[in-house]
């Protein structure tokens, strides 16, 4: 984990099928007087064990809250290694009837996601047990984190931010991910976009986003053009090209070109447009 202020630490640019961390996501902790918070809890309940490990390098104050910023497998699936240990789960309330609705299918069936049969071996699906709708704040002893919904539809059902004024840190979750493609399949792209127009002027200097490395405002316009792009010509192109390999051709054409990932926006279109032939 890397250091972003006094307090708070996280996974930053995590490198694409990292063993621990196979969806590369920016899991972090923030750091008070009476204990730590953590943020996001990996994909498996072994990814959640090497995430606390590697938790326990930088602390060893008590775990007080586990924040799930969405119900996305790489950010709520680590939930059971936590729960396990006594630690209560925080939710906007979306978020959690999110994850009851999809949890158990993905669960029982990895290759969906493109894992080995034994990924999510000893998980299970662990919603939080305390939820809010608009906002909550956390006092963790001389430091504040503040959950904040957009009361807006963005990356998924109850896609939350977590700030922390006094670092002036912001973990968006995967509302911004940088230099990679979105998973833009649970997402409502024109309320996405308002979302991002609601961080932007908080100003904030140390953005941590869903996957990639530490981001600025520069990131979250960049992340509008893409979900704007990708909503104009996903469209567009699928009104005539019907077949999935051609269409992902295209649509790689068109959009801002990452390293890899192509296959994330293979499987978005397959999703949005489950007709199309393969
Ligand atoms: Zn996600």
Known sequence: MKKITNSVYSYLDVTPGTEGNVLYANTGIVIGKDGIIIIDTLASTKEAEKFFADIRKVTDKPVKY??????HPDH?????FFADMGVPIISQ?????????SGETLLKNPNMLGFSSDFFQGTRIVPANIVFEKAMAIDLGGITVKLIYSNLHSHAKGSIIVHIPEEDVLFTADILVTNTHPFVMDGNI????KTIDTIMPMNVKNIIPGHGP?????DLENMKN?????DEQSKKLSA??????KLTAMMLEVLPKYEGGDDVVKFNLSMLYPSLAT
């Open 66 to 71: 586990v924040i799930n910023t969405h119900h």
């Open 76 to 80: 709520a699936y680590g939930n059971s």
């Open 93 to 101: 309330v979306q978020s959690r009837e999110e994850l009851l609705f």
């Open 190 to 193: 024109q309320e996405w976009i």
């Open 214 to 218: 530490l981001s600025t405002n520069k």
């Open 226 to 230: 893409y979900l704007s792009i990708f």
């Open 240 to 245: 005539t090209e019907k077949n999935l390999e």
